[in-house]
């Protein structure tokens, strides 16, 4: 049994996050091992694609975040799509599967088969139509279109997310194994925190690393073009984000804690691996760039992965060293599910 829980961009400021002693799902990480991990791409799509695919992006050919980049186009639907890891878990090893939340950015658009186009590989399927939002969105439900307005109680998105991933484990086969995975837009802009967690971290800054509002002479011509010292008025804005993006996180922590909770009373909890990650990280001041991500340095393309599950041994936050990469999901993915079949087509 596997579970993927993978929130937007910036598991490094998640790391922060879960090791902070406001953080409510502390007592849940404790029983999660941590591994370095790096992504691809730091940039949403391509990552997102090697996740799935186990490719890098010049063997699956999504280079950026537009259809004429192959995010969520008709040839990455028809090329690789039927080879993602829930496909094939799906197909050859007789898995329920559930995706809940961002696919690709692209996901939806009219001119890629809209919110009907469900991939291949997933039994239940509630997507994000396109890229992040928190209120007045659409979503595709098993290929139908479903809105939502601005109401707390019945349109926040990483909520409604959690209901569904719980309805989804009450209702599901227990004959079956099962794979899920979560993907909250949290914590990608418009950072649109729950309103319980409004005027949480009001003296919250984002981390004064020793490369903070520093420049990067000796870095690559882009990095190199940062205004140094920022601006007040640019520290102010990346401190503000800062604290909102945390904001949103508590609300991917209730996530966590609900799913863990359903697992356990249903007696799947020590039979499941759950893998904590994201598709890319981001920078916050680090050689003087304000807010971004695209750079092929650390803190862009770094993020953590919390994994546990059989055999994995607990608070392993810093022992843990061996170096993994977004798309070795796909081949630990079968793996774990004790796949017998080819596994040679997911490392192209």
Not at 1 to 13: D, I, W
Not at 132 to 138: D, E, G, P, Q
Not at 259 to 278: A, C, D, M, P, Q
């Amino acid at each position: 049994k596997l579970s993927l829980s993978a929130p937007n961009h910036n598991m490094s400021l998640a790391l922060h996050f879960h090791t902070n002693d406001k953080c409510n799902i502390s007592a849940y990480f404790a029983h999660f091992a941590c591994v370095s991990q790096f992504v691809a791409s730091p940039l949403c799509c391509p990552s997102r694609a090697s996740i799935l695919t186990g490719k890098y992006p010049h063997n699956h050919h999504v280079i950026n975040n537009t259809l004429q980049g192959n995010c969520s186009s008709l040839a990455w639907q028809k090329s690789q799509e039927p080879q993602t890891f829930p496909a094939l878990l799906k197909s050859f090893g007789g898995y329920q599967t559930f995706f809940a939340g961002k696919y690709l950015n692209q996901y939806g658009h009219s001119d890629a088969g809209g919110l009907e186009h469900v991939p291949p590989g997933w039994s239940y399927w509630v997507a994000l139509e396109k890229n992040s939002k928190y209120y007045n969105y659409t979503l595709s439900v098993n290929g139908k279109a479903q809105k939502h307005g601005a109401d707390y109680s019945r349109d926040y998105l990483t909520d409604v997310l959690a209901n569904r991933s719980l309805d989804f484990l009450q209702y599901k086969s227990s004959y079956q194994p099962f794979f899920m995975m979560v993907s909250t837009p949290a914590p990608h802009s418009p950072w649109t925190a729950a309103p319980q967690y409004q005027d949480r971290f009001n003296d919250t800054k984002a981390p004064r690393d020793p490369n903070f509002n520093v420049h990067g002479k000796d870095k690559h011509w882009l990095i190199r073009q940062a205004k140094t010292p920022m601006s007040n008025s640019s520290v102010q804005f990346l401190d503000d984000a800062f604290r909102k993006r945390w904001r949103t996180l508590l609300s991917v922590d209730d996530l966590v804690e609900k799913i863990v909770k359903k697992l356990e009373v249903r007696g799947e909890l020590e039979n499941t691996y759950i893998f904590f990650t994201s598709d890319n990280g981001y920078h916050t001041g680090q050689f003087s760039l304000p807010l971004d991500k695209r750079q092929l340095y650390e803190f862009d393309i770094r993020v953590p992965l919390l994994v546990r599950g059989p055999n994995i041994k607990p608070n392993q936050t810093s022992q843990v060293q061996t170096f993994t990469h977004c798309h070795d999901f796909n081949s630990n993915s079968y793996v774990n599910a004790k796949w017998t079949g080819d596994r040679s087509k997911s490392r192209k």
